[in-house]
């Protein structure tokens, strides 16, 4: 369906057109969404910044998400939480975890890139597309909580349900393909190769007009 990254975030910068000249505030969900948010943020005249959540991996298999948390701490789970595989402890351990990652994370960032307050902006979660949908789930509560005035979550592609979930937490939502046989979001580029924190530290230091 796209060949990069890069070309999915044209064609949503399309997609999302009506917001050019509105100062609409681009956040990515890192690393993956950077590339894209920065097409994207070009091409409406917006300002770039990330908002950084992340998967909380299940036990067996650390690539599918039983819930996400945010760099402030808050998990949200599914109901998976509830069964013998995914225990109250294990989650406590994947959450210190994944909440050090995001520190860290915040702590590369932030030299080159101060955050910016969503308070009364128009802004847009970038993501390269929804399997699950908790690291967006997460990604807009995180959002939702500093007062924006308008959110609208940009996808390349999504699973019909996680979709159609995401929607009625959200303003709007973009997404260029909801195909009915959904494994992964990286089935649906030719380039999904892993984004370093280097390359997004790159897109960030850049000025954005």
Same mark, same amino acid.
């Given at each position: ?6 070309? *999915?975030?044209?064609?949503?910068? *399309? ?7 509105? %100062? ?15 097409? +994207? *943020? %070009? ?16 036990? @067996? %298999?650390?690539?599918? @998400?039983?819930? *996400? +948390? ?21 989650? =406590?351990? =994947? ?16 030299? &080159?890139?101060?955050? +910016? ?20 789930? @997460?990604?807009? !509560? @995180? ?9 609208? &979550? ?25 195909? !009915? ?17 280097? =390359?997004?530290?790159? +897109? ?6």
């Amino acid at each position: 369906m796209f060949r990069t990254r890069e070309e *999915a975030g044209r064609k949503l910068a *399309a997609g999302l057109d009506k917001y050019k000249g509105q %100062n609409p505030l681009i956040l990515a969900i890192p690393r993956g969404a950077v590339s894209m948010a920065n097409v +994207i *943020a %070009n091409a409406l005249r917006g300002d770039l910044d990330v908002v950084l959540v992340h998967k909380l991996g299940h036990p @067996a %298999n650390e690539e599918f @998400a039983v819930g *996400a +948390i945010d760099e402030d701490g808050q998990i949200y789970v599914d109901e998976l939480k509830d069964t013998n595989d995914v225990t109250q402890e294990y989650l =406590e351990l =994947e959450r210190d975890l994944q909440l050090r990652r995001l520190k860290r994370r915040r702590e590369l960032y932030t030299p &080159v890139r101060q955050q +910016i307050d969503p308070k009364g902006r128009i802004v847009i979660i970038v993501d390269d597309g929804i399997a699950t949908g908790w690291t967006l789930k @997460a990604a807009i !509560r @995180a959002v939702k909580q500093k007062g924006p005035k308008k959110v609208i &979550v940009a996808v390349g592609v999504g699973s019909p349900d996680s979709v159609a979930d995401i929607s009625h937490s959200v303003d709007e939502v973009v997404c260029l393909y909801t195909p !009915r046989e959904f494994q992964a979001v990286g089935q649906f580029y030719d380039d999904f190769a892993q984004v370093s924190d280097d =390359e997004v530290v790159e +897109i960030l230091s850049k000025k954005v007009h």
